[in-house]
Every structure is written in structure tokens, then in C-alpha cells.
């Protein structure tokens, strides 16, 4: 076993004597360490969940004769953090979190690890580090939340609170309302109702073979939920035991049927940055060309929040992700899983309980995948948009752009009434460095969507958007502003082009017009100087690339 490097032999007797100060019983040091990786928080929904969780998973490895010890590992809401700078340390979260998981497992010869995760940048950093380790792993995600309700009137998050921003300030509700949809539309704990990112990275966690069946989709209230962990606590022993690692699990394979199901579900377009991440992780060659491949090649078959009407209870009832993989069978590239079973064989054995939820492949809701890469001379290395959430009539358009060096600025206008139809919202200087942390940038979409506007109106950013963004929003414009992008040299009234179907983006400049820009323009100055976020800023790569971490030669 790996821990005996801590527990065996006379020169461990100090070492020994510290693990019996935990209150360990002789018998425990005979067994295998396995380390419970808990995101567990006071101020996160999707995490409050976790400390009966953990009580099962401990119960698991107990029965599996194993000995665990829970640690903590930091978590950020995006929520909560979203619309104002503390959303600029939550990417940045994911590399301090991969990093966690590293030295606790490394510091302390861990023999596996059980990693209890939920929300938007936790669950990839978790991942990430158990990949680095390279020990046998496996996955618990809390689960999501349940639907919200006023009357018969489903809630979920970002449609009656963030988008009801916008549609409060249009006066189309009043203060009562207003209050009763803050008040019910987070009802439980769990990670927020639709296919958000939290949401969709635990569906992607699932089909790469890391989480067992179900796990993803189970709400987070249900006792299917806690027998999901205890299992989750025996299985990991079953893996240390055979010598089964995260590196057999997540390959080329995994990784690109992840990219499927993320295709055929409409989720996040964060995924694009964590797979790439994990895949650079897994030593996996991945690129954005990828995602768009496969995505002309899956059709969108369940349509859920914030796209379509759906809630993650609702594709759970429906069978749950090997539903969704039953109905992607022939496109699915056979891989092993934790629980023992293929990826093929969990698709075989499932039952799909609902066709409109989870649609057959010739009656999909778009013949495409949810996300689209386009490129042109805004985004020669590319950028990302949620097609399956815009409205058809808005995949081409063509506006003057309107230019905001921050996301405050471009929220002020909003609410202010500034934006017109026929505009396109430019938010730049909110990429992986420039921003630093590239924030998601809910609170100014959720209010164009509020507000009408969103199907006259586009916004793109090197920033990017909450897996809740619905309409044109096009973000990780690549190279961005504060690495002397194009969108760093554009004016108010330029015209910019977007067509989703062609994959083109193109502000209408020519090229020396460019270049005069370039020489008479300068490129911001840093904003942040100081910290973490500064040390984020000097060492992180493009979004093009998963703004993972450069190498340090």
C-alpha cells in the first residue's frame, strides 16, 4: 500500500503515534487510507448536503475495510459570487483546488481517494488533481436541487431571479412577486435546477466512468442520494484492490463521449474550458475542433433550463444519464467504468421512461449539438456559443458594437436602458489574464433576457457566461483583449457579423484600418497587481487551450 510509506517500519513510530492521536485503532493501520476529498461549505446550496454524505461514504469504506479520513477542499457559489469581483476567483478556484487535492493526497501516501464534489469549478479541480495523483478515485456529486414553486409555477434560479432582475426593472412584475420568486426558487439544497455547469459537469463525471450510475441526476434531498455515497465508499475499495486508477478510466475515448453527451444534452459552455483542462490533464490531445466536430455530428435530444423547460429532476425521473447514453448507443466509444460495468453495458441496461424528455435521435429538438466553436478575425483561435439556447432567428445577426471594458459597466448600461436593438455588446478585458479570472457574466445576460432584448440584441466577451445564459452570447473570444486580441482595438458603432451556422464571427475591419488601431491603442493595464489573482494572471493560458496553467520550464 502506498500509506505504508507512513505507517510501516521503527523509523514510523513518531508517524504512528501522530495517526493514534486521531483516535485510529491499531486495526486501522492495517488497512488502506482512503482520503474523502469533502467540498463541504456553510455557504454553498449545492454543498450543504455534505455532511451526511460523508457519514455514508465513511460508512462504505468501514464495510469495504478500509480507514478514512475527511478533508476539507475550498469551494466558491457562482451564484453568489456572480456580478461583482468576487467572481474573478472562481476559475482561478479549479487550479487551487487540483493543487489541494495533489498535497493532501501526496503529503499523506493516500491509497484512494473518494472525491465528494457538486458545484461549478470543484468538481473539474477535483478531478483534475486525481488525475495528477493517479490513485484509484471515485466521484460523488451531491446532487441537484429541487424545482421552486409559486402556485402551480415551477421556479429554478436563473430564470426567476437573474432574469427576473431585468424583467422587474421593465415593470413587468411588482414587489410582491419580486420577493416570492426570491424567497421559493431555491427550495432546497443542491446544485441550481437546470443544466448549469455544476449540473452538466456531474453528468460529463458520470459518462467518463468516474461516478457511478444515476449519481449525477439523483436530487440532492433524495435517500437514493445517500445510498449512491455509501456505495460510492465500498466501490472505491473494490478499485484499490484491483489497482484500478482515474488514468485507465479518463482517455481519448471518455473524454470525447463526454463531449457527446455535453452535445446531446445542450449543457454548459464552461465544459469546453474544464474537459479541456482534464484531457490536458489526462495527457489527452484535445481542441476546440473537437467539440465542434462532434457537436455537427449529435443531435440535441433533452431540453432542459435554461434553453428549454426541463428540470435535472425531471431527466433523473426520465431514466438519468443512461437513458440519455441508451439513446446514444451507436455513436458511444466503449470504455471501462468504477462501477465495474462498460459504458455500452450501462447504456444497454438502461430504460428510457419518457421520450419528450429524453428524445429519440430522428426526433431531436435541434439536428446539433447545444454548443458551436466559430472563428473569424475576432476569434482567430476560436469562441463559444450555447446554440441550442438561442432563439432561431438570432443565429445570424449583424449590429453595431458597443464597447465595455468591464462587466459593471456593460451591467449599468443595461439596466440604464442604453442598449438598443441592433447592438452588440462588446465586454472585454475579462479574459483568463486580463480579467484576471475570466468571470462568468450571468447577471448582464439573465438582464438582456429580462428585459426583451434578447432577441434583437448579441453580446460577446473574452470573459465567459454561466452555464444558465440563454440567447447569442458568445464568450472565450481568443486571443483576448489584454493579449492584444482584435476585441481589445474595437470601436462603438463597428459593425460586427456573427453567423452560427457558418461558424463565422468577424468585426467588418480591414486590415490596415486594424493596423492603425494597433499602433494608435494601447492595451489595458493590469487590474489586479497583487495575490493570487495576479499569480494566476502571469501563468495561465488562453481559453482556447482551458486556461489551465502554463508549464514552468
Known amino acids: 500500500m502506498r500509506s505504508d510509506k507512513i505507517k510501516k517500519g521503527l523509523e514510523r513510530m513518531p508517524n504512528r503515534a501522530l495517526l493514534y492521536g486521531t483516535g485510529l485503532h491499531r486495526t486501522h493501520l492495517n488497512r488502506p487510507f482512503v482520503g474523502i476529498a469533502s467540498g463541504y461549505s456553510d455557504i454553498i446550496p449545492g454543498h450543504t448536503n455534505m455532511r451526511n454524505l460523508e457519514r455514508s461514504i465513511e460508512r462504505g469504506v468501514e464495510n469495504g475495510n478500509g480507514t478514512p479520513f475527511i478533508f476539507g477542499i475550498p469551494g466558491i457559489c457562482d451564484g453568489i459570487a456572480m456580478g461583482h469581483p468576487g467572481m474573478k476567483y472562481s476559475l482561478p478556484s479549479r487550479e487551487l483546488i487540483a493543487d489541494s487535492i495533489e498535497t493532501m493526497a501526496g503529503a499523506h501516501n493516500l491509497d484512494g481517494l473518494v472525491l465528494l464534489t457538486n458545484c461549478d469549478k470543484i468538481t473539474p479541480g477535483m478531478v483534475m488533481g486525481a488525475l495528477r495523483v493517479n490513485i484509484p478515485t471515485i466521484v460523488v456529486t451531491a446532487g441537484p436541487m429541487l424545482s421552486g ?24 412584475m411588482d414587489e410582491k412577486e419580486r420577493q416570492a420568486l426570491e424567497v421559493n426558487a431555491c427550495p432546497s439544497c443542491g446544485s441550481c435546477q437546470g443544466l448549469y455547469t455544476a449540473n452538466t459537469m456531474a453528468c460529463l463525471t458520470e459518462i467518463m466512468g468516474l461516478s457511478l450510475p444515476y449519481c449525477a441526476t439523483a436530487p440532492a434531498v433524495l435517500t437514493e442520494k445517500t445510498r449512491i455515497a455509501y456505495e460510492s465508499g465500498r466501490v472505491i475499495m473494490d478499485l484499490i484492490r484491483k489497482n484500478i486508477l482515474p488514468g485507465d478510466i479518463v482517455n481519448k475515448r471518455s473524454i470525447e463521449n463526454a463531449i457527446r453527451l455535453d452535445m446531446a444534452l445542450g449543457g454548459s459552455t464552461n465544459t469546453v474550458l474544464h474537459l479541456m483542462a482534464i484531457a ?14 462532434i457537436s ?68 431531436a429538438y435541434h439536428k446539433e449539438g447545444g454548443i458551436a466553436v466559430l472563428y473569424g478575425n475576432l476569434a482567430p483561435e476560436g469562441c463559444v456559443v450555447k446554440q441550442s439556447a438561442v432563439d432561431k432567428d438570432m443565429l445570424s445577426f449583424k449590429g453595431k458594437a458597443k464597447i465595455f471594458n468591464s462587466e459593471e459597466s456593460a451591467m449599468k448600461a443595461i439596466l440604464r436602458n442604453k442598449i438598443k436593438k441592433g447592438d452588440v455588446v462588446v465586454i472585454r478585458y475579462e479574459g483568463p489574464s486580463g480579467g484576471p479570472g475570466m468571470r462568468e457574466m450571468l447577471s448582464p445576460t439573465s438582464a438582456i433576457v429580462g428585459m426583451g432584448l434578447h432577441k434583437d440584441t448579441a ?11 440563454r440567447g447569442p452570447c458568445i464568450g472565450h473570444v481568443s486571443p483576448e483583449a489584454a493579449s492584444g486580441g482584435l476585441i481589445a482595438y474595437l470601436k462603438n458603432g463597428d459593425t460586427i457579423s456573427i453567423d452560427i451556422p457558418k461558424r463565422k464571427i ?24 497583487t495575490g493570487y489573482l495576479y499569480r494566476y494572471s502571469k501563468v495561465v493560458t488562453s481559453a482556447s487551450t482551458g486556461a489551465v496553467f502554463q508549464d514552468i520550464v
Open 149 to 172: 414553486h409559486v402556485g402551480n409555477k415551477k421556479l429554478s434560479l436563473v430564470r426567476d431571479t437573474f432574469e427576473a432582475v431585468g424583467r422587474f426593472k421593465n415593470k413587468e
Open 280 to 293: 490536458n490533464q489526462a495527457g489527452v490531445d484535445l481542441n476546440l475542433k473537437d467539440f465542434d466536430k
Open 296 to 363: 455537427k455530428d449529435t443531435p440535441h435530444i433533452s431540453n432542459l433550463r435554461p434553453g428549454g423547460d426541463f428540470f435535472m429532476e425531471d431527466l433523473h425521473y426520465a431514466g438519468g444519464i443512461p437513458a440519455v447514453l441508451k439513446r446514444l448507443l451507436t455513436k458511444l466509444k466503449n470504455n471501462r467504468t468504477v462501477c465495474g460495468y462498460t459504458i455500452t453495458k450501462i447504456a444497454e441496461n438502461a430504460e428510457i421512461r419518457n421520450d419528450e424528455i429524453i428524445r429519440p435521435l430522428n426526433k
Open 459 to 469: 453580446l460577446i466577451t473574452d470573459g465567459r457566461f454561466s452555464g444558465g445564459t
Open 506 to 529: 468577424e468585426a467588418q475591419l480591414k486590415a490596415k484600418k486594424i493596423e492603425e488601431r494597433k499602433k494608435k491603442m494601447k492595451i489595458a493595464k493590469p487590474k489586479v497587481n
